[in-house]
């Protein structure tokens, strides 16, 4: 499902995410990810406390990333909630230092399975 910002009345187009549902969606920011830090999306309490949690299986944004980042939003609650695009602010990044910076060899991005780097969809490489 691709939306579009506002529908024809110029109101803000929403995705209902029923119990039990899963979907993939972009953050409408982008990030780029230095070399010397590596970041943890996580939920927010509010949307928690719904039932809406923001990762499955892949918290971690690697040092060298670079693009939009993939949320794996899954309703785990009993009701229906709608996710409103760029009012919704489901989630939040911590950011942590690394004791030294990866070498640009070994850094996301630099190896042939680094395909999602400034991706364009959510589950095709760019």
Known sequence: MELVERDALGNRQTI????????????????????NLIALVEGR???????????????????????PIVLEIMNNGPLTVELTPLDDKPCQLTFFQLTSELPPRIAYGAKPGGGFQNQRHPIRPS
Do not use: D, K, N
Not at 16 to 35: C, W
Not at 49 to 67: D, F, K, N
């Open 16 to 35: 209902p995410l029923a119990p039990g549902e899963f979907i993939l969606g972009f953050t409408y920011e982008r990030i780029r990810v230095p070399r």
């Open 45 to 67: 309490s509010s949307y928690a406390r719904l039932g809406i949690s923001m990762h499955q299986t892949a918290p971690w944004i690697q040092p060298g990333w670079e693009g």
